[in-house]
């Protein structure tokens, strides 16, 4: 119903497309992604959504591939071997005690090496990510730098893993090595000391994140810097951007006429619009049944259920626009109720919020000077 089975669902459906003929698999082709003739899923824009594919591509699929050839294959040996023909006189015995065992042991070891990877990715959407990054700017001696680890006791940095260390010289970033280019003093306390090797010149800042949402890659992906609230409605969505004051709009599909073949049931009137490289946190809500909110390039699928709120989050590699739909019959008009999300940049981001409250009556938020500032601070943010 939520994100559990959700996620299962957008990982397992291809297969089961794939499996049940070409019509279905060519129709399904043509409705998952933009591209004419693409067969698999739409190429991923976050570090979640690879980690999905990386899920499917090298568990699921190779899992099912081997079973069905592993069937196919004892079927193929059990027509041949023992048809009446070659197999007259049938052997009489009942039960094999080692075949029994292997038979009930290997699907639960198969059941568990798909579960132990599902039940990680299950956790890391659901959670929202809660890193924190400090910025420094090195004067050439200090070697010395804190970070706060005031997080909740479960979610405390406590391993390497859960910190990254960053020299941004201003033209290129460099990630650091543990113990070859720095040290940690304290981790599981409430500071924690980084103890660079050598110290970082005048000017170049440092940049320590640390927090337990470390994606696949290895990067702690920080806290969100913004919520986008989503209502589903019979028929069209409902996004609202509590952060930036109160202002919000509907989504509607765009009707063939004013669209293009490629993109009618993907193209909308008004876009949502999220920043690159930030976590963005989505709560969503319907307004009367229940709908889903399904991003496939963010392997993000989460039901839209009147009166409670379910919370999920993105965070986009890429700008671009990126294409979803109602994914719960939700009535007579559900298929006309597709999603588009725009990615932008963080001072494209403020002009369009600005330009949205402007549309409600109310002053802008972010002026020229905020907009340069805001600049540096997105460049901190983005990988
Ligand atoms: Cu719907």
Not at 2 to 10: E, M, V, Y
Not at 111 to 122: H, V, Y
Not at 127 to 132: A, S
Not at 230 to 236: N, P, R, S
Request: with cysteine; hydrophobic share 45%; proline share 6%.
């Amino acid at each position: 119903m939520t994100l559990r089975t959700a996620t299962l669902r957008t990982a397992v459906k291809k297969p089961i497309t794939l499996i049940a003929g070409f019509g279905v698999w060519a129709s399904a082709a043509a409705n998952a992604q933009i591209t004419p003739g693409g067969i698999s899923m739409q190429p991923a824009n976050s570090a979640l959504a690879e980690e999905v594919h990386i899920f499917h591509n090298w568990i699921l699929m190779p899992v099912m591939t081997g079973i069905s050839a592993l069937i196919l294959g004892l079927l193929i040996w059990i027509v041949l071997r023992y048809n009446s023909k070659a197999n007259p006189t049938p052997s009489k015995f009942s039960h094999n005690t080692l075949i029994e065992i292997i038979w009930t042991g290997v699907p639960v070891l198969i059941l568990l090496a798909i579960a132990l990877p599902s039940f990680d990715l299950l956790y890391k959407e659901d959670v929202t990510p809660d890193g924190q990054q400090v910025v420094a700017t090195g004067d050439g001696q200090t070697v010395d730098f804190i970070f706060a680890n005031d997080f909740p006791e479960s979610r405390m940095v406590r391993r390497p893993k859960h910190l990254q260390v960053i020299i941004d010289n201003g033209t290129e970033r460099r990630v650091l090595k543990n113990r070859a280019d720095y040290r940690v003093d304290g981790f599981g306390k409430t500071d924690l000391v980084v103890s660079l090797t050598t110290p970082p010149a005048a000017g170049e800042r440092v940049i320590i994140r640390g927090g337990r949402s470390v994606d696949h890659r290895g990067n702690v992906t920080l806290a969100p810097t913004m919520t986008l609230k989503v209502t589903g409605y019979q028929w069209g969505w409902n996004y609202a951007y509590p952060d930036f004051g109160d202002f919000e709009y509907l989504s509607n599909l765009l009707p063939k006429d004013q669209t293009t073949p490629e993109l009618y049931l993907r193209a909308v009137d008004n876009r949502v619009v999220v920043p690159v490289g930030e976590t963005v946190r989505v709560t969503i809500t319907a307004r009367d049944v229940i709908h889903s909110w399904a991003l496939p390039a963010f392997a993000i699928k989460l039901d839209a259920v009147p009166g409670r709120i379910n919370e999920t989050w993105i965070k986009a590699d890429r700008e671009g626009v990126y294409y979803g739909q109602c994914s719960e019959i939700c009535g007579i008009k559900h298929a006309f109720m597709p999603i588009a999300v725009e990615v932008v940049s963080r001072p494209a981001f403020e002009a369009w919020v600005d330009s949205q409250r402007a549309l409600a009556g109310m002053d802008p938020l972010f002026d020229a000077d905020t907009v340069k500032l805001a600049q540096g601070d997105a460049s901190a943010l983005s990988e």
